[in-house]
Nanobody
Framework: VQLQASGGGLVQAGGSLRLSCVASGIAFRPRRIDWYRQVPGQQRELVASITGNGNKEYSDVVKGRFTMSRDSAKSTVYLQMNSLKPDDTAVYYC?????????WGPGTLVTVSS
């Protein structure tokens, strides 16, 4: 299984970015996919999730600003991030459970300047 995240970059506070995560080697359609983020020296935190039938959950810190979606035909999930804040600066990872183990992609860096 491979999870490849992309779309990170440098953006000013108040700006937007859209992250993508392409999954391969797994049955994508029924699978829950999660977005996590991690700041160096801190624990990785769950940001957003989407189930196979499209149900979404968000952490309180991003609710109302971030929107997750999926395109099963492309085995891809997206994280639309609006109204970005400097505190959103982190490496963002997409993740899923595969063979009862949490599997991670390599991550994409998001930097929000003030």
């Amino acid at each position: 299984v491979q999870l490849q995240a992309s779309g990170g970059g440098l953006v000013q506070a108040g700006g937007s970015l859209r992250l993508s995560c392409v999954a391969s080697g797994i049955a994508f359609r029924p699978r829950r996919i999660d977005w996590y983020r991690q700041v160096p020296g801190q624990q990785r935190e769950l940001v957003a999730s989407i189930t196979g039938n499209g149900n979404k959950e968000y952490s309180d810190v991003v609710k109302g600003r971030f929107t997750m979606s999926r395109d099963s035909a492309k085995s891809t999930v997206y994280l639309q991030m609006n109204s970005l804040k400097p505190d959103d600066t982190a490496v963002y990872y997409c993740s899923t459970i595969f063979n009862w183990r949490r599997t991670w992609g390599p991550g994409t860096l998001v930097t929000v300047s003030s």
